[in-house]
């Protein structure tokens, strides 16, 4: 009873074996004060799950989202198994996001509610617009690790052309379909669990407030499978980074919406930098067991 490559998803014991140790999760997580609010076997076959909790405010979701990884693990360990929150754990398979839905509360109206493009306030698409020009600045901290962008490639579900839309999960930036004006909100799909929650968010609240303050509208909405696109077309998309080096020279380039109002400091980014470089370097420096598949013999 084994799920095939591509058909994880949605299955029922005994096909989904994980089905009783993410109960377990579930329950510790609500005895520690999460909201769950579903969870299910992933796309991915070797036992790739997703608890889903219930939204917060900003600070207090990323404290969520460190007790989250602590239950995982524990309980996992619990169960004699060992849990990943690796982007890319598996060549070949779905790799692992860490989604995040975003809108922002003023006077208790959710200003991203309005009668533009599904339903987005004009002050959503500008938020948007803000994200992707400074995507592959925020690369450094919502995909904070080298073996994060092994699972921003075409394919496996991955969102790695910077485009928003209501219809297809291949824009990196989707808007989810909701009953209330209330719930209006923007989901964006390049972060993954590698990020720091608190940098990350950060990164993105930033990133959105300059494309509002500066009014940087996004473009069209790109509601065709962005994967199915002509060579022409995919060109003319803009796309994440490509690397963890890549992302911290974004950074490094493009920092001044991140220090804005003394947010963070430049002292901050360049010691996050440095520190990050610090593991592409060692990364580049060790022997992978790949080099002896393909030059052993040379």
């Known amino acids: 009873h084994r799920p095939g490559v591509k058909g994880g998803y949605f299955p029922v014991p005994p096909v989904d074996s994980a089905h009783d140790i993410r109960a377990a999760m579930c329950l510790v997580m609500e005895e520690m004060g999460l909201t769950v609010e579903a969870h299910h076997h992933e796309v991915a076959t070797a036992g790739q799950n997703e ?12 404290d969520e ?12 360990h619990a169960y004699g198994q060992t849990a990943t929150f690796m982007p890319k754990p598996i060549v070949g398979d779905n790799g692992s996001g860490m989604h995040v839905h975003q809108s922002i509360s003023k006077d208790g109206k959710n200003i991203f509610a309005g009668d533009k493009y599904a339903g987005l ?27 994060s962008y092994k699972r921003l490639v075409p394919g496996f579900e991955a969102p790695v052309m910077l485009a928003y839309s209501a219809r297809n999960r291949s824009a990196s930036i989707r808007i989810p379909h909701v009953t209330s004006d209330r719930a ?12 720091n929650p608190y940098l990350a968010f950060t990164a993105l609240l930033m990133a959105g407030l300059d494309g509002i303050k500066n009014k940087i509208h996004p473009g069209e909405a790109a509601d065709k499978d962005l994967y ?37 400091s430049n002292d901050m980014i360049d010691a996050y930098i440095e520190l990050k470089k610090q593991e592409v370097e060692l990364l580049n420096k060790s022997v992978h067991p790949v080099e002896f598949d393909m030059y052993y013999s040379c």
């Open 121 to 147: 306030s004009e002050e959503a698409l500008y938020y948007i617009g803000g994200t992707i020009k400074h995507a592959r600045a925020l690369n450094a901290f919502t995909n904070a690790s080298t073996n």
């Open 51 to 62: 608890i889903a909790t219930m939204f917060n405010t900003m600070v207090a979701k990323a």
């Open 228 to 264: 199915d696109l002509p060579a022409e077309e995919a060109a003319l998309i803009p796309t994440v980074a490509s690397s963890l080096e890549q992302a911290l020279e974004a950074l490094d380039a493009d920092r001044e919406f991140l220090t804005a109002g003394g947010v963070m």
């Open 65 to 76: 989202i460190q007790i989250y990884k602590y239950v995982v693990h524990n309980v996992a």
């Open 184 to 195: 209006r909100r923007i989901e964006v799909r390049f972060p993954d669990p590698t990020a």
